[in-house]
Nanobody
Framework: QVQLVESGGGLVQAGGSLTLSCVAS????????MGWFRQAPGKERAFVAA?????????PVANSVRGRYTISRDNAKNTGYLQMDKQTPEDTCVYYC?????????????????WGEGAQVTVSA
């Protein structure tokens, strides 16, 4: 059974940084693309960033976080990361990691097979 578990969420002041982690189990992590999405209250889930599987090239990033967020992964630890810098109150959301059973990343949440429970990130003004 596939499990994705996020951690690292919390409260941060505007301009601050947080790093989310996503530990995967029960899946061929090395060959799976990983994505991060976020959802604010009353809004649809939105793409944040994604990263390829075996070959870590091609990391699509949403325009809203480009230059501030960095996605990475450590295949030896079955873990993905989302480094979030220069945060603003508009970044306050529940953040989800997702796994895709192929190497090519996708911006479309419907393409992802497995999801974590989510991690709350709150940015205060």
């Amino acid at each position: 059974q596939v499990q994705l578990v996020e951690s690292g969420g919390g409260l941060v002041q505007a301009g601050g940084s947080l790093t989310l982690s996503c530990v995967a189990s029960g899946m061929a992590f090395n060959s799976a693309a990983m994505g991060w999405f976020r959802q604010a209250p009353g809004k649809e889930r939105a793409f944040v960033a994604a990263i390829t599987g075996i070959v870590t090239s091609g990391t699509p990033v949403a325009n809203s976080v480009r230059g501030r967020y960095t996605i990475s992964r450590d295949n030896a630890k079955n873990t993905g990361y989302l480094q979030m810098d220069k945060q603003t109150p508009e970044d306050t959301c529940v953040y989800y990691c997702a796994g895709l059973g192929e190497s090519s990343p996708s911006r479309d949440s419907s393409n992802y097979d497995d999801w974590g429970e989510g991690a709350q990130v709150t940015v205060s003004a």
